[in-house]
Nanobody, 118 residues
Framework: QVQFVESGGGLVQPGGSLRLSCTASGFIFNGNPMSWYRQSPGKGREQVAGTTSDGTTTIYADSVKGRFIISKDNIKNILYLQMNNLKPEDTAVYYC???????????WGQGTQVTVSA
């Protein structure tokens, strides 16, 4: 059974930083590309960042390019998202899933809430 557990969200002021973590089980983590997605109220889920299975190649949404960094620890089986210079429009629930573009699995974790507000 595929499972994702996201953590690390919280309330932060504009310009602040957070690091999200995602643990995954039920599939071969180091053999899969992984991505972060987010969903804000009234909007669909969008991909924020993705990385290849070995973590050497990454992609980012234009809105976060230069501010977010995705990384993948294939020893600990953890996916990270370092978020810097956060903006109010980054407020959303953040999720992880396998895949480099579209999510591979239909199941999702509970997500982690990120709120950027003064």
């Amino acid at each position: 059974q595929v499972q994702f557990v996201e953590s690390g969200g919280g309330l932060v002021q504009p310009g602040g930083s957070l690091r999200l973590s995602c643990t995954a089980s039920g599939f071969i983590f180091n053999g899969n590309p992984m991505s972060w997605y987010r969903q804000s109220p009234g909007k669909g889920r969008e991909q924020v960042a993705g990385t290849t299975s070995d973590g050497t190649t990454t992609i980012y949404a234009d809105s976060v390019k230069g501010r977010f960094i995705i990384s993948k620890d294939n020893i600990k089986n953890i996916l990270y998202l370092q978020m810097n210079n956060l903006k109010p429009e980054d407020t959303a629930v953040y999720y992880c899933n396998a895949g480099y573009g579209s999510p591979r699995w239909q199941s999702w974790g509970q997500g982690t809430q990120v709120t950027v507000s003064a």
